[in-house]
């Protein structure tokens, strides 16, 4: 007879176990009702991510900060530094600690400082604001997965950990559909305001819908980045954690660059937002696109060709094709980089054991986050010498196609074989992830 973990610790037997290790295809309504919180969650955390984008020639032009494009970049660059830390720490705090209190903590946290960043009395005090949300905006993607992970049966977890991903993009398009009409009229400020609605709406909801789950580290299985950095998981997570940091180098720089990028090629305020939508838009189609590729054919194989996708895509926009190319592009290349992201956690996801899950997520997001921290500076060095709009592009799509390089030296040298555990006290040897 086939067993599952509880929330609570408790074995019990589980329903219709298949060859392929699944638990059964129903989710049931207590962790459909967690999922759906957690969604709402990375929904927020994608518009606190790509707001800064949205306001960033405001801020430049309108507050008298002194602003410049390479500095505005650096300012960009905090909250992903935030980020890489909360990534990093949460993920680890979330398998000793329990998913809940870590989820809700940096929930409260990105949110909290969000709204204060409207209140900024200059770019020192904005920045440093940055900073700590994204430490608490970095901490909640890892720990969300983790848990969601925990809850669904296994043959769900790889299309439901991507189609989570969903929510970023998704908060990126609100982000900037709220903002054409809203900035011109109030000013930036508003922007982050509206960040404050997670800490009034969802946060309450968390309180009611998350399970309270033990930590799930036994007492027979080390856990922690000791664990995660030596053999059976070494080569994996350092391949992984690269591929991340590409993969974001090349979505966090289109992402805070864009905007500023089409006003510098000519186009008003309003137009340029409306390529930062057309980008969103193809990562949300590419959260939905790559979860069912991802199911068919295994998200590491998937992800290669979604950031070779995305790289050709960026590749054709250097070339400087009529604006309706453009358009087309961009959502492509919304699909490919985002998508790309989305099976990547996907992969670690199912592919870690329960103890390790989040340190594994929290290892990848974090280091990956060195890419997300580095490309708003990149963009912004790159402009003030002077190398042109396309200079971005050039780098975004070099990016991605390290990416898909990455990928495909994963795809050839780790096993492919069923997805991961569901209970910690299997052997982690059958988690399938072989030293390279």
Known sequence: MDYTTSSAGRRTKSAAAGPDGSTGPKISRPALMAVLVCWLLVVFDGYDLIVYGTVQSSLINDTGWGLTKATAGTVGSLAFAGMMIGAIFAGRLADKLGRRTTILGCSIAFSLFSVLCAFAPN??????????????????????????????PVKWRSAIATLMMSGVPIGGTIAALVGIPLIPVFGWPVMFMIAGLALVVVVPLGFKYLPKTAAPTSSTERGGFGALLKAPYLGASILFALATLATLFAWYGLGTWLPNLMQMAGYNLGSALTFAVALNWGAVAGSVITAWAGGRFGPVRTGVVAAAVAAAALAVIVSGPPVGVVYAMLVLAGVGTHGTQCLIIAAVATRYPAHLRGTALGWALGVGRIGAVAAPQVGGVLLAAGMGVNSNFMAFAGAAAVAAILLWVISVRIKSTPESITTSSVSTSTVGITNV
């Open 123 to 152: 770019a020192y005090i904005f920045g440093a604001l940055r900073l700590l949300a994204g430490i608490g905006l970095g901490g909640l993607v890892p720990s969300a997965n983790a848990l969601v992970a925990e809850l669904v």
